[in-house]
C-alpha cells in the first residue's frame, strides 16, 4: 500500500498551464507503475496518463496526447503531471493512483481497477 497526496490544482483559462503534483509515502514506491486518472460528479472515473515503475514507458489518452506530460521522480517519491493547451473539457477531479502489482511488466496499464491506491484528488477548472 501507498499512501498519495496530490497537489497543483485550481482555476486556469483555456489554453493555460498547470502542473498537478502527488507525493507518494511508501518504501516501495519505485516498483510500482503510477497513473492520473480524472473524474466529474455522475461520469465514471476515466483514464488520463500512467508511467511505468521505472520511468521508462508512458501511455496517455487520445483526449490529452500532446498536451498533458507525465514525470515520475523515485527518488523524491513524487509523480507530476504537467497539464499544457488546457481546455474547458479537462475540467475534473484528478486521482493520482499506484499499480495493484509491483513491477508490473507489459505496457503500463489504464485500467481503474488496475489500481489499488488512490489519493483524494485536486480539483482542476478550467473556463472558457
Known amino acids: 500500500q501507498v499512501q498519495l497526496i496530490e497537489s497543483g490544482g485550481g482555476l486556469v483559462q483555456a489554453g493555460g498551464s498547470l502542473r498537478l503534483s502527488c507525493a507518494a509515502f511508501?518504501?516501495?514506491?519505485?516498483?510500482?507503475?503510477m497513473g492520473w486518472f480524472r473524474q466529474d460528479p455522475g461520469k465514471e472515473r476515466e483514464f488520463v496518463a500512467v508511467?511505468?515503475?521505472?520511468?521508462?514507458?508512458?501511455k496517455y489518452a487520445d483526449s490529452v496526447k500532446g498536451r498533458f506530460t507525465i514525470f515520475r521522480d523515485n527518488a523524491k517519491n513524487t509523480v507530476d503531471l504537467q497539464m499544457g493547451s488546457l481546455e474547458p473539457e479537462d475540467t475534473a477531479n484528478y486521482y493520482c493512483?499506484?499499480?495493484?502489482?509491483?513491477?508490473?511488466?507489459?505496457?503500463?496499464?489504464?485500467?481503474?481497477?488496475?489500481?489499488?491506491?488512490w489519493g483524494q484528488g485536486t480539483q482542476v477548472t478550467v473556463s472558457s
Open positions: 508511467i511505468d515503475w521505472s520511468g521508462s514507458s508512458r
Open positions: 493512483a499506484a499499480d495493484r502489482e509491483q513491477y508490473r511488466l507489459g505496457i503500463p496499464s489504464g485500467i481503474p481497477s488496475d489500481f489499488g491506491s
Open positions: 511508501g518504501r516501495t514506491f519505485g516498483s510500482y507503475n
